[in-house]
């Protein structure tokens, strides 16, 4: 039995029938996070001593003959964007350089407290904002299946990691895209839920209305797993909804016959990229093979997403990110003489390029004489956005779209052009500003190996159909 | 071009941010061809539509209450009992890059 792997029931049953221990899973995946993460970068801190607390807290109970939880043993990471108790948390940003969560993020809390060990935190780009990985304040990560290439971002180090057997699951976050895109740059599954479904409690905030956190997985079934485990209500996060949860696992087994899927020629245009565009196309042969039909749908406002996306998401990160002002935490600069030039100063010093243009241009769009321009019309767009999806999914279950307009991209290649980065998630950032969720699956890879993602999108709190469809896909 | 030195270093410091000259001219030239693409919302009229704050606005509420009452869900009881208790003020100073053994400290403020 290789221990690198083990899918989260595998690595459950394994340690609950005695044929190994936590221990030796976490072992293992440490030796291989020593061996492989040198030169690709997923981790940024290691949890050795939590990890160990947790492997044999299940190691006595599988020695005692409990029913171990589900994801009893398994080893995980989290992204550095998510508080984690006595655990440096930096969300890949200097000014968090030494900062010590005094609490848990509630989706992390809920990880353990069904069993998982937290291995370490998953490098980022700085507060998620970014599509490669690149704006990490630390170091890039490079994707396992080609280190000249990104992984995609936000969630680089999350989904490296689950792709480079560095971890069995991983927690991102996702924001624009930055669960999915990186996602299908790796190779493995990523699911972003519903908003609201899983609580942000001690997520660090990019932009309250559109962060999501969900997980990177090697299956369908695994994300599955890990989504049951952290959704519902949470008494901490009045955006958390009082939804109930289904069983996700049980979902996945329905059959997928009869089920409409919608395909929306707007994401199919200029900037797709043909090998992308080919692999997609047959995925949508495959989905039709299994019973499903196709029918065509119609989302026009697509092309406004991007800018609607960015001044949403900048105007509130303008907000978010003033709480970094070095009194209470984070990064202070020294030599200073009065209170305002220690906030610019130490400011000035922590945040990253990237990071600051968003602060600006949030800044800039919620000014006095721009708001309505820009922060209003982009609040106007979204609703139209929104309707879309609204009206395509009064004739569909679910709707099939590529992931990313191209595979993953080179180190360097669009990191001096920012609005080139930001089209990179023009396939994605639609999803995050209505709410609904999606996930992406491996669906074949280009002449150069480089995998490519299938997106598949579904209605408000109907995870378990696109986990569904993405489960008939991957095993058929 | 829509923004100028003038606007970069006036919202700059709405943001509370200095940036040295270089990372002005990057500014500039950044904010300029992001906004120029952005413009392309205006060939939307909008004057009919509702602005969409949050997503909350549109799912899980109750469609027949009105105002806050639609937002019910989004409260709680004020109760100690399943919630986090409040951080002891050891573990609150703990991260502050300057503290006494109750306070935070920061420059002085008012001048005497």
């Given at each position: ?22 221990l ?36 006595r109970?599988a ?7 589900p994801l009893?043993?398994v ?8 508080s ?29 407290a ?5 291995l ?8 998620a ?5 690149e704006n ?7 994707n ?11 969630s ?23 669960i ?8 493995v ?29 090697k ?19 009045s ?13 996945l ?5 009869g ?40 989302l ?43 906030y610019?100063r ?10 600051k ?16 321009a ?52 023009i ?9 609904i ?28 159909t ?11 | ?17 200095e ?11 950044d ?11 205006n060939?939307?009229?909008?004057s ?12 899980g ?11 019910a ?9 399943g919630?986090?208790?409040s ?26």
């Amino acid at each position: 039995m290789d221990l690198n792997l083990l899918t989260i029931d595998a690595a459950r049953t394994a340690v609950q029938e005695r044929k190994t221990t936590a221990l030796a899973l976490a072992e293992a995946h440490y030796a291989r996070i020593k061996q492989e993460d040198g030169q690709i970068g997923a981790f940024l801190t290691l949890s050795k001593e939590r990890a160990l607390e947790q492997s044999d807290r299940i190691d006595r109970m599988a020695a005692e003959g409990k029913t171990l939880p589900p994801l009893g043993g398994v080893p995980v990471g989290i992204k550095d964007v998510m508080s984690t108790r006595g655990v440096r948390t930096t969300a890949g940003s200097k000014i968090l350089e030494k900062y010590v969560p005094p609490y848990d993020c509630t989706a992390v809390a809920r990880m353990e407290a069904a069993g998982a060990v937290v291995l370490g935190k998953m490098n980022c780009d700085e507060f998620a904002m970014g599509s490669s990985n690149e704006n990490s304040a630390y170091h890039p990560v490079r994707n396992p299946r080609d280190l000249n290439r990104v992984p995609g971002g936000s969630s680089g180090g999350s989904a490296a990691a689950v792709a480079a057997d560095m971890a069995v699951v991983t927690l991102g976050s996702d924001t624009g895209g930055s669960i999915r895109q990186p996602a299908s740059f790796c190779g493995v599954v990523g699911l972003m839920p519903t908003y609201g479904r899983v609580s942000r409690y001690g997520l660090i905030a990019f932009a309250s209305s559109l962060d999501h956190i969900g997980p990177l997985a090697k299956t369908v079934k695994d994300a599955a797993i890990v989504l049951r485990t952290i959704a519902g209500r949470d008494l901490m996060d009045s955006t958390s909804a009082d939804v109930p949860v289904p069983d996700y696992v049980a979902e996945l087994d329905k059959p997928v016959r009869g089920m409409k899927l919608g395909v929306a020629t707007e994401y199919f245009g200029d900037g797709l990229d043909d090998e992308v565009r080919q692999a997609v196309e047959t995925a949508i042969d495959k989905l039709k093979g299994l019973g499903c039909e196709i029918v065509p749908v119609s989302l026009p406002h697509t092309p406004y997403a991007i800018p609607t996306y960015y001044l949403i998401a900048t105007a509130e990160a303008s907000s978010n990110l003033a709480r970094f002002d070095g009194v209470r935490y984070g990064h202070r600069a020294r030599g200073v003489k009065t209170l305002s030039e220690m906030y610019r100063r130490s400011r000035d010093e922590g945040f990253g390029a990237e990071v600051k243009r968003r602060i600006m241009l949030g800044t800039y769009a919620l000014s006095a004489g721009y708001y309505d321009a820009y922060y209003l019309k982009a609040q106007k767009v979204r609703t139209l956005l929104t309707r879309d999806f609204d009206q395509a999914f009064r004739k569909v279950d679910a709707i099939v779209t590529p992931t990313s307009p191209t595979a993953a991209f080179r180190l360097g290649e669009k990191s001096n052009d920012p609005l080139a980065m930001y089209l990179a998630d023009i396939y994605t950032v639609t999803a995050d500003l209505a709410g609904i969720p999606g996930i992406s699956v491996p669906c074949g890879e280009t002449k150069e190996k480089l995998p490519i993602g299938l997106q598949i999108l579904g209605k408000h709190f109907d995870e378990g159909t696109i986990l569904r469809v993405a489960h008939a896909f991957e095993q058929g | 071009m829509k923004v100028t030195d003038k606007d970069v270093a006036y919202v700059a410091e709405l943001a509370n941010l200095e940036l040295t000259e270089d990372e002005r001219t990057g500014m500039l030239r950044d904010l300029n061809s992001i906004l120029e693409y952005i413009d392309r919302l205006n060939e939307l009229d909008t004057s009919d539509v509702l602005p969409m704050a949050q997503v909350s606005d549109r799912y899980g509420v109750d469609e027949s209450r009105q105002g806050s009452a639609r937002f019910a869900y989004a409260s709680r009881e004020d109760i100690l009992e399943g919630l986090r208790k409040s951080l002891p003020h050891e573990e609150a100073l703990a991260n502050a890059p300057d503290a006494d053994d109750d306070f935070f400290k920061v420059p002085k403020v008012i001048e005497r």
